[in-house]
């Protein structure tokens, strides 16, 4: 499948070094979750989406390295997870996390899951929720929405996001 040039863009903004635990929300079909792992060493990725044909199509397309032990596939609303989950899989909060094209964050206020996404992270983690651009909705509509969500929940450093490929925002967990 070929990879989205959204995707690339997303992921290569993670700025990986290899050994991070990264959690990946909405991943579809598991195009980014392969090009996060590839960029891991000793790290891992925790992919949730909430759909069984995203979770399964993850799990095959990256069976490698599933079966090394470097990603696990988790099938969750982002409402639903905790903490217990993300540790399970990442033996600790996560240190970066990305969600591309999920429009909970702008169609909702999104208390629970930037909730959700707050308390799953450790201190210092980055979180990016991210769109590609090119779809009906421009950024001036999206932007302000996914900055007011994860503010309210108490995230930081809100950066304003808007690329040619993308725009969004980056946000650090105190
Ligand atoms: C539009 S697709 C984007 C897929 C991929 N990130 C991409 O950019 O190609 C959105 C994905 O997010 C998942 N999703 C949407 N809302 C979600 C939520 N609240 N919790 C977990 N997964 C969610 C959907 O099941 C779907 O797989």
Known sequence: MKVPERVRWAVG??????????LEVGGGPGVSAGLICAALTTGRLLAVDRSPTAT?????????????GRLQ?????????DAADVAAALGDRADVALAVDVNVFWVDDAPVEAAVLHRVLGPGAVLHVLYGAGGPTPPDRVVPRVRAALGAAGFVDLADVVEEPGFGVRARRP
């Open 73 to 81: 596939v988790l099938r969750r609303a982002l409402a639903d997870l």
């Open 13 to 22: 903004g993670l700025g990986l070094r290899g050994d991070e635990r990264v």
């Open 56 to 68: 399964r199509a993850t799990t095959e397309r990256n069976a490698p390295h599933v079966e090394a």
